[in-house]
C-alpha cells in the first residue's frame, strides 16, 4: 500500500467502453491509499470481480476502489501526475488474517503455538461494463498498451520450493525470481496493537523484487495464478524479500467464486470456412493456446445455430474439437465460442456448406447391446442433427435429433418379457435414408421380494415361519428353492384392499404369494432362492440366508423352602426333577428358582428378593 496527499482527479469523459484492465495495475482506495489488482474472477452468478489483497481494504472499512492512470504510476514511468480514470467497482468480501480479519492465537515467537492461520484476499465487485478485467499480468513494457506485454493467466497452481515465479504491480513493476520457502507468515494487523498479528499461508522469495503499493498483486509462474502479493522489503534493502498469499488457499474463502482464464477463438480446420461438407459428415475445428503454453483445462465450445438451442462440445487435450453436419443441405451459418465456466473467448461467425448424400447410420446408446432389463422407458442414441430416426420392430415410433446429436423416443406401452429387439434408420428431406442399426436385449419381470425373511435374520428354533410370504407381479408363477431344492410353486394374486387404507392402495396392482417351509427346520443356515416368471421368462433370483439358532441346554428347578439355594438347578445336583426343566438363562453363575410365593435371581452368592416374598421364621 502506499498514500498520496495530491491526486489529480479526471472527472471527464468516463472510461470507453470495454476498456481492459490487467492484473498488475494500480487502484486508489477511497482516493487515499493505493494498491495493484490481482486476478480477474467471477462471482457465483457470473458478475465480473477483481481479487487483490485483504489487507488493502483496512480490514473492511474501505468502499471505493478507482482505476488508477497507468503513465502516473511508478511502474509506467510516473510521467504525470497521479490521475484517476474510473471507477474500478467497491470493496466486498475481505479477510486479512483469520475469519472476520480476527489475530492468531498463541505466541508469535513459537511457532508451534500459533493458531488461527488464515489467508489476504479481497474482492472488488460492482465493476462497471464499460471495464473489462483481463485474465492477464502486465509486464509494464508499455503504460499506454498494457496489454502488448501482458502474459495470459489459464488456471492455478500451487507454489513450491524452487519454483519460478513473477509478480506484477504498480510500483515495482515486473520482478521475476524464484520460491525459496512456502509456509505460514506472521505480520503485523491494521490496529496498531502491540499484540495484533495476523497469520496467512503463503510463500516468500528472496530474489523478486517489491514495494509499497504492489500490495494484492498477480503472482504467476508460466500462465499460472500462484498468488497475490502481501508484504516484502524494498528494493536495495540488506536482505530483499517478498511474501505472496497462496491463491488456491485463499480461494477456499470465496465459495463458487471462478478464476477467469484465457481462452482463444475457436477456428476451422475441416472444412475450412466457407467450404463444403457432406450431410452427417464432421466439422472439425481447433482452439489454440497461444500466446499461453496451455489451454485451460475443462474447456469447450459452444456452438450456436440460429433457432435452435445452443451445445457444447469437448475441446481435447491437442485443442482440437467436432461436432456432426446437419441433415439439411445447403449453407450453414454458426458462431463457435471456447467456454470454461464464465470464462470466454468471445464468438466466431463461420460458416459451410451442407451436401447432399447418403445419411450415415444412427447410434443406439441405450440399451446397451444383449442388456437384460427389466424395464425400459427410452431408447436413445446419437445421429445427424435435423434428422428423424424411424424405430420398428419391438418398438414404433420417430424421434428428432436435435443440434447437439442426440435423439431420444419414451417407450410408453408395455413391451413383451423375452428376446426383443429394435431397427433404427435415419431419414431426412433431400438426403438417401441411412442403413438400419439393430439393437438385441432382452426383458424379464423384476426380482420378486421377500417380506417376512430378511437376509441374515436369525430365529429361535421354535421360532421359525411356516410359510415364506412375499410380493410380485401379479399373477406371476412363484418358485421358491430352500436349500437348493424346489418347493411347491404358486401364482401370486392381487391384494385385497381398502379404499381407507393409503398404504394398501400404493400396492394394490401388485401380487402377494406364500409358499409353505418345511417342517422343523434343522439348526444352522439356510438358504432361498425366490424366482418369478411372467410369459414363460423368469426374473433374477431373490437370495437370502436365514439362521436358525440351536435349541438351548435344559436343567432341573424346583422350589425351595429356605436354607441354602446355591446348588439348585445346577447340572449334576442331587435334587429331584419332578418339578419340570427351564433353561438356563445363558450367563454362567446366573439361576431361576421358583416357589415359596416368589423368585429369587441369584449372581454367584448375591440373592435378590422379589417384592412381596414371604419368608419364614
Known amino acids: 500500500m502506499a498514500k498520496y496527499a495530491n491526486v489529480k482527479l479526471e472527472e471527464g469523459e468516463p472510461i470507453a467502453p470495454e476498456d481492459d484492465f490487467y492484473g498488475g495495475q494500480g487502484y486508489f482506495i477511497d482516493r487515499g491509499t493505493v494498491c495493484s489488482a490481482g486476478f480477474s474472477a467471477f462471482s457465483p452468478s457470473g458478475d465480473p470481480l477483481v481479487l487483490t489483497a485483504g489487507h488493502c481494504t483496512d480490514d473492511g472499512a474501505a468502499q471505493l476502489a478507482e482505476v488508477a492512470l497507468p503513465a502516473s504510476e511508478p511502474a509506467g514511468g510516473a510521467s504525470v501526475p497521479p490521475e484517476i480514470t474510473g471507477k474500478l467497482g467497491t470493496f466486498g468480501f475481505?479477510?486479512?488474517?483469520?475469519?472476520?480479519?480476527?489475530?492468531?492465537?498463541?505466541?508469535?515467537?513459537?511457532?508451534?503455538?500459533?493458531?488461527?492461520?488464515?489467508?489476504?484476499?479481497?474482492?472488488?465487485?460492482?465493476?462497471?461494463?464499460?471495464?473489462?478485467?483481463?485474465?492477464?499480468?502486465?509486464?509494464?513494457?508499455?503504460?499506454?498498451?498494457?496489454?502488448?506485454?501482458?502474459?495470459?493467466i489459464v488456471g492455478s497452481t500451487q507454489p513450491?520450493?524452487?519454483?519460478?515465479?513473477?509478480?506484477?504491480?504498480?510500483?515495482?513493476?515486473?520482478?521475476?525470481?524464484?520460491?525459496?520457502?512456502?509456509g505460514i507468515y506472521v505480520m503485523g494487523g491494521h490496529s496498531g496493537l502491540a499484540n495484533d498479528f495476523r497469520a496467512i499461508r503463503g510463500f516468500l522469495s528472496f530474489s523478486v523484487q517489491s514495494?509499497?503499493?504492489?500490495?494484492?498483486?498477480?503472482?504467476?509462474?508460466?500462465?499460472y495464478a500462484v498468488g497475490t502479493h502481501t508484504a516484502g522489503d524494498s528494493p536495495g534493502s540488506a536482505q530483499n524479500f517478498a511474501v505472496a498469499?497462496?491463491?488456491?488457499?485463499?480461494?477456499?474463502?470465496?465459495?463458487?467464486?471462478?478464476?477467469?482464464?484465457?481462452?482463444?477463438?475457436?477456428?476451422?480446420?475441416?472444412p475450412a470456412d466457407g467450404d463444403a461438407v457432406a450431410g452427417g459428415g464432421t466439422i472439425t475445428g481447433r482452439v489454440d493456446a497461444a500466446p499461453a503454453t496451455s489451454l485451460a483445462a475443462n474447456s469447450k465450445v459452444r456452438i450456436s445455430v440460429p433457432g435452435q438451442d445452443p451445445f457444447n462440445v469437448p475441446v481435447g487435450g491437442d485443442g482440437t474439437w467436432h461436432f456432426t453436419a446437419p441433415a439439411t443441405p445447403g449453407e450453414l451459418s454458426f458462431t463457435a465460442e471456447t467456454v470454461n465456466g464464465f470464462s470466454s473467448s468471445g464468438a466466431a461467425s463461420l460458416d459451410v456448406v451442407v451436401g447432399s448424400g447418403t445419411l450415415p447410420v444412427p447410434v443406439i446408446v441405450g440399451p446397451s447391446e444383449s442388456a437384460v432389463l427389466t424395464s425400459i422407458d427410452e431408447i436413445r442414441g446419437s445421429g445427424t442433427p435435423g434428422a428423424t430416426v424411424e424405430l420398428s420392430g419391438a418398438v414404433v415410433g420417430s424421434a428428432l435429433v436435435s443440434w447437439s446429436g442426440q435423439w431420444v423416443f419414451a417407450v410408453e406401452s408395455e413391451l413383451d418379457y423375452g428376446p426383443t429387439s429394435v431397427t433404427a434408420v435415419q431419414t431426412a428431406t433431400g438426403m438417401q435414408d441411412s442403413p438400419p442399426v439393430v439393437r438385441n436385449f432382452t426383458l424379464v419381470p423384476p426380482t420378486p421380494s421377500v417380506t417376512n425373511i430378511k437376509d441374515g435374520q436369525h430365529f429361535a428354533w421354535d421360532a421359525v415361519p411356516q410359510e415364506l410370504t412375499g410380493a410380485s407381479l401379479n399373477g406371476a408363477l412363484i418358485s421358491v428353492e430352500f436349500d437348493g431344492?424346489?418347493?411347491?410353486?404358486?401364482?401370486?394374486?392381487?391384494?385385497?384392499?381398502?379404499?381407507?387404507?393409503a398404504d394398501a392402495l400404493a400396492v394394490e396392482a401388485s401380487g402377494v404369494w406364500s409358499v409353505s417351509l418345511p417342517a422343523d427346520v434343522a439348526a444352522g443356515a439356510h438358504t432361498l432362492a425366490v424366482t418369478q416368471s411372467m410369459e414363460g421368462v423368469a426374473s433374477a433370483e431373490a437370495a437370502l440366508t436365514f439362521i436358525v439358532d440351536p435349541k438351548p441346554s435344559v436343567t432341573a428347578v424346583l422350589p425351595v423352602e429356605g436354607g441354602d439355594t446355591a446348588g439348585a438347578g445346577r447340572a449334576g445336583s442331587n435334587i429331584p426333577t419332578s418339578y419340570g426343566w427351564l433353561a438356563l438363562t445363558g450367563a454362567d453363575g446366573i439361576w431361576l428358582l421358583t416357589g415359596i410365593g416368589g423368585s429369587v435371581l441369584l449372581l454367584g452368592s448375591i440373592a435378590l428378593f422379589a417384592a412381596g416374598r414371604h419368608t419364614r421364621r
Open 211 to 223: 514495494s509499497g503499493g504492489d500490495s494484492g498483486g498477480p503472482w504467476i509462474s508460466g500462465n
Open 160 to 182: 513450491f520450493q524452487g519454483q519460478s515465479v513473477c509478480r506484477s504491480g504498480r510500483t515495482s513493476g515486473w520482478s521475476c525470481g524464484t520460491v525459496d520457502e512456502v
Open 245 to 270: 498469499t497462496t491463491l488456491n488457499d485463499a480461494m477456499t474463502r470465496l465459495p463458487g467464486v471462478q478464476l477467469e482464464v484465457f481462452l482463444n477463438k475457436p477456428v476451422l480446420t475441416s
Open 94 to 152: 475481505s479477510q486479512f488474517g483469520g475469519p472476520n480479519n480476527s489475530w492468531i492465537t498463541g505466541n508469535p515467537e513459537n511457532p508451534d503455538t500459533i493458531g488461527n492461520i488464515g489467508t489476504d484476499i479481497a474482492v472488488i465487485e460492482g465493476v462497471p461494463a464499460a471495464l473489462k478485467p483481463q485474465p492477464a499480468a502486465t509486464q509494464w513494457g508499455d503504460p499506454a498498451d498494457l496489454g502488448a506485454s501482458s502474459v495470459k
Open 485 to 501: 431344492v424346489k418347493l411347491d410353486s404358486v401364482v401370486a394374486v392381487k391384494p385385497t384392499v381398502h379404499a381407507q387404507d
